[in-house]
């Protein structure tokens, strides 16, 4: 048995909001105890880190990140990208079914949790496809992936446009009491629209996407939630039309929750600059007014999680014309990072952040994780919140380099990481 002690912390647990100084005692891979307040005591043969102050937390679980294996591992593998989640803190990922082969079958869930065992240093939770061949058309066996480990079904960067296959969907999901996550945008409407309608596209030249590609889709399937009953994640939107909607469907109690990407939650249309491809998303990045609408949702609740919606993407598919550049942005290792800016505007607190990085994703999706307790997985991060530095994509952890916060003045960071109690990342005490 091994047993750490992490003192003089300054702790937050992301499940209650309760925060202070205190202590935590780690037992093998659980949280043997926590000291409010009070000193403790090291216990014998105990290994001690000293935290300085910094905040302790429950690590963050990100339930929406791309990772190029299998078929893509030159953009990313599971062993680079949980690398990259070490350091930043994130101690959970759900990885999209956009693989080649898609992940769609028993088989191939077993095969990235077999991987996932072997190569990486967090946890890797595979989401299994809606549809067969990310299609849209034919439902997959969700009975058999569940059994075989897929935490959650989606087709990825597709929405499913069918209303019948969805309906179906959803009644499948309250059948066997699984999660069914949603990219909201009605590809017809995105035509070959690049970043948000309005008045920006039309001085830069470029073709947009209208909100009601978001909004439209999102009310639809409000309603088939209405009709059916199952659960129903949007996995982010962008939008104070989008917030709306999602507002009146808790408010009439429906089984719904929904995400943000952070990218939508700190930057807006003018970064895209002069055609910086970098900032080439889905959902696109939105208006300054919907970009602090969406902050605001964040402090009321009506949004559940942030997301770092990771997709890394190469040269070759980012060094284009705007137009032509492929949809997609690093966002794992700088999460955290890029959502403490809220905290440093004085936007959204400390603890309603975490919550939204940590303890909210892990009531998603139905795991014991995002909470400081005895008990709890020891799955935590230290955060050196006010740690200055600029972002040198040459130092990321992931394969592609491709983050639209490439040269930019971020503060704060994880000066340590650990999964299952066991230490993965350790931060430079020089900053990076």
Same mark, same amino acid.
């Given at each position: ?5 992490l ?34 005591s ?5 290994e ?10 429950a ?9 190029g294996?299998p078929?893509?591992?030159? *953009? ?23 693989? =080649? ?13 077999? *991987?996932?065992r ?7 939770l595979?989401?299994?496809?809606i549809t ?20 959650a ?59 009601e ?7 639809r399937?409000?309603r ?35 995400g943000?990407?952070v =990218? ?5 249309? =003018?970064?895209?600059g ?8 889905s ?27 990771? =997709? ?35 936007d ?46 040459? *130092? ?12 930019a ?6 000066a340590?990481?650990?999964v ?13």
């Amino acid at each position: 048995m091994t047993t750490l002690l992490l003192t003089n912390a300054h702790l937050i647990d992301p499940a209650t909001g309760r925060e202070g100084p205190g202590a935590v005692l780690v037992r093998d891979d659980r949280i043997a105890d926590i000291h409010w307040g009070t000193p403790a005591s090291v216990p014998e043969g105990a290994e001690v880190t000293e935290c300085g102050g910094q905040v302790l937390t429950a690590g963050l679980v990100d339930l929406r990140a791309f990772v190029g294996e299998p078929g893509a591992e030159h *953009r990313e593998t599971l062993a680079s990208a949980s690398a990259a989640a070490a350091a930043g803190g994130v101690t959970t990922l759900v990885c999209m079914p956009d693989t =080649n082969p898609p992940i769609d079958e028993p088989a191939i869930v077993d095969f990235v949790l077999r *991987r996932a065992r072997d190569t990486a240093s967090i946890h890797v939770l595979p989401a299994a496809a809606i549809t067969k061949g990310l299609a849209g058309q034919v439902m997959t066996e969700f009975g058999l992936l569940t059994e075989a480990g897929a935490v959650a079904f989606t087709d990825g960067l597709k929405a499913v446009t069918n209303a019948q296959v969805m309906r179906r969907a959803l009644t499948y999901a309250r059948d066997f009491g699984v999660l069914l996550m949603q990219h909201v945008e009605e590809p017809t409407l995105v035509g070959d629209g690049v970043m948000n309608e309005g008045e920006m596209a039309s001085r830069l030249g470029l073709h947009g996407i209208p909100r009601e590609a978001e909004t439209i889709l999102l009310e639809r399937d409000i309603r088939l939630v209405r009709l059916t009953g199952g659960r129903y994640h949007a996995a982010m939107i962008s939008c104070a039309d989008s917030v709306e909607i999602v507002r009146r469907a808790k408010e009439a109690g429906l089984p719904v929750t929904c995400g943000v990407s952070v =990218n939508n939650l700190v930057l807006n249309e =003018n970064d895209i600059g002069h055609y910086r491809t970098f900032c080439k998303l889905s959902p696109p990045l939105r208006t300054e007014q919907d970009r602090q609408a969406v902050v605001a949702a964040l402090n009321d609740g009506v949004i559940d999680v942030i997301v770092s919606d990771h =997709n890394p993407q190469d040269v070759e598919t980012k060094r284009l014309p705007f137009a032509e550049a492929a949809d997609g942005a690093l966002g794992i290792e700088t999460l955290l990072a890029a959502a403490l800016r809220l905290v440093h505007a004085g936007d959204v607190s400390l603890p309603r952040l975490l919550a939204a990085l940590s303890a909210a994703p892990s009531r998603v999706l139905g795991r014991e994780t995002g909470r400081l307790a005895p008990g709890a997985p020891a799955d935590l991060v230290l955060v050196d919140p006010d740690a200055p530095y600029v972002l040198d994509k040459r *130092r990321l952890k992931s394969r592609s380099k491709n983050s639209p916060f490439d040269e930019a003045r971020l503060q704060g960071q994880a000066a340590l990481t650990m999964v299952a109690g066991r230490i993965v990342h350790r931060g430079e005490e020089t900053g990076r």
